[in-house]
């Protein structure tokens, strides 16, 4: 069985579910769910996986936008001319981004991650939804705050938006360096996310959403690690680098 969690309350017609890795067809480090072709992983495999998903979920794979993840900050706006790339190995060349903003209903985004939170933002009255790979990275060059910027543009109001945290990895296992600190230090809610040499990237997340006007109420924060919970969760740093990719798929049904 494969189990998939919803990132947001009331989802009706939304799908913004976080997959773990039980229910899959991969093996050895790859067990069992995993979604990312950027791993050393039987292609057969991974796509068997996505079609499982895709299944449980209500959201055919001819209708999945995979951008490449490269931990920057740039958002793509997503469109049913882009889908169809759930079933291939590599996403084509100007799909890189990692942040999707999906202006309409009828197509979905995958995120993947494995440690990094992904962070799914939805407009229930527009049917906006979009989502974010958010690593120290791309969260320090500001990546939910340019899919903020796409989705409030498109004229969602701040007040109206969902947004949900995935698991990722937790504020005790997240040892950092300097380096990391440095770039994350003007962020809102610096101050609480940093304990020592440690750093918890969902508190700082949930700053930088709160700072951008969306209501408390309205952002649901995971509390499950990915390195602390090897039976839910893929985990670069616990497994070394050689491990899958969790994902989480959001948009809207039409
Ligand atoms: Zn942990």
Do not use: K
Request: glycine fraction near 14%; proline fraction near 6%.
């Amino acid at each position: 069985m494969i189990v998939l969690v919803p990132l947001l309350d009331d989802c009706g017609d939304l799908v913004c579910h976080y997959a773990e890795r039980g229910g899959g067809a991969s093996g050895g480090p790859y067990r069992s769910l995993n979604l990312g072709f950027s791993t050393a992983d039987d292609h057969a495999a991974v796509l068997e996986n996505r079609r499982r998903v895709a299944h449980a979920l209500g959201a055919p794979l001819a209708r999945w936008i995979v951008a490449g993840q490269v931990h920057g900050a740039d958002c793509l706006r997503g469109s049913p001319a882009l889908a169809g790339v759930g079933a291939a190995a590599v996403a084509p060349p100007g799909l890189q981004a990692d942040a999707v903003f999906l202006p309409e209903p009828g197509v979905f985004a995958l995120g993947l991650s494995a440690d990094c939170p992904l962070v799914v933002l939805a407009d229930p009255r527009r049917r906006f939804a979009g989502i974010a790979h958010a690593g120290w990275r791309g969260t320090a060059r500001g990546v939910l705050q340019v899919l903020l910027a796409e989705i409030l543009g498109a004229g969602a109001a701040p007040e109206d938006l969902r947004a949900g945290i995935s698991p990722g990895i937790c504020g005790s296992c997240y040892q950092v360096g300097e380096e990391v600190f440095a770039a994350c230090a003007a962020l809102p809610g610096f101050a609480r996310a940093r304990r020592g040499d440690r750093l918890d990237l969902r508190a700082l997340q949930l700053a930088i959403l709160e700072a951008a006007g969306i209501p408390s109420a309205r952002i649901r924060v995971s509390d499950r690690c990915s390195a602390c919970d090897g039976d839910r969760f893929f985990s670069h740093r616990r497994d070394r680098g050689v491990t899958g990719r969790n994902g989480a798929l959001v948009g809207f049904r039409d």
